[in-house]
Every structure is written in C-alpha cells, then in structure tokens.
C-alpha cells in the first residue's frame, strides 16, 4: 500500500509540477518523500528559489505561511491545515502593537516561527540558526526586542552584548525538557555528547555540549568523529540522524519529546493535496506585503 501511494505521488508531483518541501519533524515516510528535507531556513531559502508551480509544504502552519509570502504567484499548499504551531499561537499582531508602544523605535526581531500578520509587524525575521547573525544585523543598535519564544531570546543575549527584551511565548515540547532529564540520560550515557536545539530552558543549554537549529545538529553528528548523542529536540530528528549515520547512536533526551503537530500529515494526505491541489495557504496582499519585508530581511542577513 505505502509504496503504490509513493508511486502515485511521483506520478503527481511530475504531473502537477509540484515540489515537496518538509521539516526536519516529519514522520520518516514523509522525509523519503520530500525533494528537500531542512530547518526553518534552509525551507524557507528553497521556498524563495523554486520553479515549481506548486508548493506542497509538510511542516506547520507558519512554514507554509512564510512559502506563500514568498511566492505569492504559486500554489502552496499544507496537506493538514490544522497543522499549527502553539508558539506560533502566543502572540497576536495586537501584542506587537502594544510592544512597539512601549519601546518606540527598539528593532523586533521575530522568530520565524509566528503567523504571517505578526511577520508583518516585525522589523526583521530569524530562525534558529541565524538568530545571533540577525541580532548582531543591527549596528545602531544597543536594544533589541525578540518574539515570540523567551528561550530563543535568552540564547541569543548569551551571545550578544545587545540588551534583549523579550515576549513570554515558548515551545510547549522544548519548554517541557527539564535539566533533570537530560542529566538522568547523561548518566545512562556518560559518552555521549548533548546536543540542543535553543528552544530549550537556559538550564539546558547549560548541560549541551552544544546548541544548533536541527539541520545544524544533523551537519554535526555526521560531520563529529564522536559515536553516541543524546538529542534535545523533536524526535524526527533522529530519523535522517540514525539513516545517515548506521555505525553512531542516538538517543532522544526524553520520551517526551513530540511536536503532535508535526505528526499530522500522512502519505494519504499528501496524495489527496496533490490531487486537489487543496487545501491551500493564502496571505492577504495587505500582510503579505508588509511580512515579505521581515521574511527578506532576514534572508539577506
Ligand atoms: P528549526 O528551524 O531548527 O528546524 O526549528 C523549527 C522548529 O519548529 C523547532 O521546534
Ligand atoms: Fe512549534 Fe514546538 Fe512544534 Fe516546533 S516543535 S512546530 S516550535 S510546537
């Protein structure tokens, strides 16, 4: 069954001139489908750059959001529109407003990981893996006001002599991670290194060994010459990990640690897009416009 539904998304993936783009976090059939597996950014650059006419995009809601800010001529599609992200969800353009009230003329660096309409109220864009480069982007100036996720913030104001402030918003499965845990699996696996994705606690970050977006920890551990890892972020990770490298061992930081969201679409789903061309993610000409300019901003840093 699950290889005559790859067939036929092949068959309509030519068919519909479609390109597949998905997370890092997406169920390993999902993965093995895909034109391009990736981070935040890496989609987002390759979102940018497509000929494709159609982008089916296995990721959440503000992924697939940011894919049709940037092309706003194409089909993008999420097969699960209920695909979301709750961090996403923590803040509104409405808190945007009142933060840009309370420091008046303070850049908003916002995190990739929020709704278009927050994009549009933000001065610039960042990921995981370029939120330090982003920050350190504003050389006027000395304070800087990071969305929506408060850890992705405080990493960065380790690694900058910039004053940030930040909004209260977290990753649920991240947040969940404690110290405890991950000493716990440390001590199950005295060898391993700790790698960590900067959406966990500070408290965290203090036991890795070290903290990168997920394609930067998947470029580690096949680059390291170290053999075990205990891994601190989402379990899908581990898919393209252990495939890649069959002679090292990893190992989740806990059991806890699934994104329900990035679970949602399955190979049927993706059939049934293809074949409906639904459902689609559109971004009013009015927020789109004013997201492209974070969204590029970003791009360019
Ligand atoms: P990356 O950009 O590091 O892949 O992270 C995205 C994400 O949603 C992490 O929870
Ligand atoms: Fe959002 Fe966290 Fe899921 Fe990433 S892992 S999509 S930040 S809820």
Redesign the pocket.
């Known amino acids: 069954m699950t290889y005559k539904l790859i067939d036929l998304v092949r068959k309509l993936k030519a068919e519909k001139h479609a390109i597949i783009l998905a ?3 997406q169920p390993p059939v999902i993965q093995e489908i895909a034109d391009l597996t ?4 890496e989609l987002s650059r390759q979102a940018a750059s497509t000929t494709a006419e159609v982008i089916v995009f296995c990721g ?1 809601a503000f992924m697939a959001e940011t894919a049709a800010v940037l092309n706003p001529d194409k089909t993008v599609i999420l097969p699960r529109l209920e695909a979301g ?1 709750p961090m996403a969800d923590m803040i509104t353009p409405e808190n945007m407003l009142a933060i840009k009230r309370e420091h008046p003329g303070v850049p908003i660096v916002t995190y ?2 929020s709704t278009a309409a927050v994009k549009a109220e933000s001065t610039v864009c960042c ?3 370029n939120s330090i480069r982003v920050v350190e982007s504003f050389q006027d100036a000395d304070t800087i006001y990071m969305t929506p996720d408060q850890n992705l913030a405080k990493y960065t104001a380790r690694h900058t002599r910039k004053k940030i402030h930040y909004w209260h918003g977290y ?1 649920p ?2 947040h969940n991670l404690s110290a405890q845990q991950v000493r716990r699996r440390k001590e199950a696996y005295p060898d391993a290194l700790f790698l960590a ?1 900067p ?1 966990c606690r500070p408290e965290v970050l203090d036991l890795a060994d070290m903290v990168q ?4 920890m998947l470029r580690y551990v096949n680059e390291s010459s170290h053999r075990s890892f205990i891994i601190g ?2 379990e899908g990770i581990l898919y393209p990990m252990r495939r890649q490298n069959p002679d090292k061992s990893f190992y989740p930081a806990s059991d806890d640690l699934i ?1 329900p969201d990035m679970k949602k679409i399955t190979l049927a789903d993706v059939v049934q897009s293809l074949q409906t061309l639904q459902p689609r993610v559109t971004v009013s000409e009015e927020i789109r416009h004013k997201a492209i300019k974070a969204v590029e901003r970003m791009l360019a840093v």
Do not use: K, R, W
Request: aromatic share 4%.
């Open positions: 997370h890092n976090y990736g981070d935040s950014l959440v992200c990739v990981n990921t995981s893996a990753c499965i991240h994705h959406e977006s997920t394609s930067g972020t989402e994104c």
